[in-house]
Structure formats: structure tokens, C-alpha cells
């Protein structure tokens, strides 16, 4: 890899940082270790072809241009997690994981019964992380940043939501959500 390859491929991973948290790559293995996925299946559930999650993964590429495609890597990490912490079995994940790939996403809330609680309300995480990813999904942080800039003046409130939700950390954006519900 030459010195031009290397800096695109830096600067994608930056990229990468900003709109999901975390270079793609990290995400991805993560995802791969967290639910005993190789490439391949990992690929067929966020509905990308093996060449794009690679390119994804590598750096070659900063941007998954699909929302549905971001939104199922949401619902991955968030199975990943429960996964983790045993409220979800291997057997139930994988059919989780089934439900995640024929989802076509589109909208900011998805009421089904892995994204919501016992009372069967959205979690706050989960409306937090759709919010982060429609915001996400239409312009970059550094685009959010500025537009949050713009408004500031004028509207305060407004430029303080694009700068937690655009480009800040979840915990900071669901500690905003509880502090603004009613």
C-alpha cells in the first residue's frame, strides 16, 4: 500500500470514527467474535455483498450508504450485547439474526419485541441510536458540527441536539433524551 492508499485509508477509518463510534472493522469483528459470525454471514444479515463489507472493513470504503444497512448493524450490536449478558440464547440469537436481515429499515422506530422493554415502550438507547443514525445517515459530524454552528445564534436548543445527536457519544445523547422528557 502506497503512502496515498495509506492516508485515503486513515482518513476513511476517521471518517468512520466519527459517523459510527468506532472504525468499521473494530465493529465488524466485534460483531464476527460476539455472535460466532465469519465475514460471510455477517455480510448476509446486514444485506452487503462480501467485497463491500471488506472494503468497509479495510478502509477502502468510509460510508455505508444504506440506512437499512446502518440500522441493522444496530440491531446486531444491540443482539451482540444481549448476547453478552445471557438475556438472549445462541439458538434465539440466530433467529434474531434472521429477523435482522429480511428487516428493510426506513423508519426512526421499529416496535418489535427485541428493541423494546417490558412494558413494551422503545428502550431509551434504542430511540437514542435511531435518532444518532438518521442524523448520521444524512450528513456527516463534521457537516453536523457546522450546521450546529449555524444555528447556534438563533436557536441554541436546536444546535445543542444536532451537536449531541450528530456527533456525540450515546451515553451523553441519553442523558440529554431523559433530561428533556417530560
Known sequence: MDAAQQEATARARELQR???????????RKLIDDLGL????LAAALGLSAPMLSQLMSGQRAKIGNPAVVQRVQLLQELAAQVADGSVSAAEATERMDEIKKSQGGSVLINTTHTTNSS??????????????LLRSVAAAGDIIDAADTLAPTHPELAEFLRVYG???TSDAVAHYQAHQS
Open 18 to 28: 466519527n459517523w459510527y463510534g468506532e472504525p468499521l472493522g473494530a465493529l465488524f
Open 38 to 41: 465469519n465475514q460471510a454471514r
Open 120 to 133: 413494551g415502550a422503545p428502550t431509551v438507547k434504542r430511540v437514542v441510536r435511531e435518532i444518532q443514525s
Open 167 to 169: 456527533a456525540g457519544r
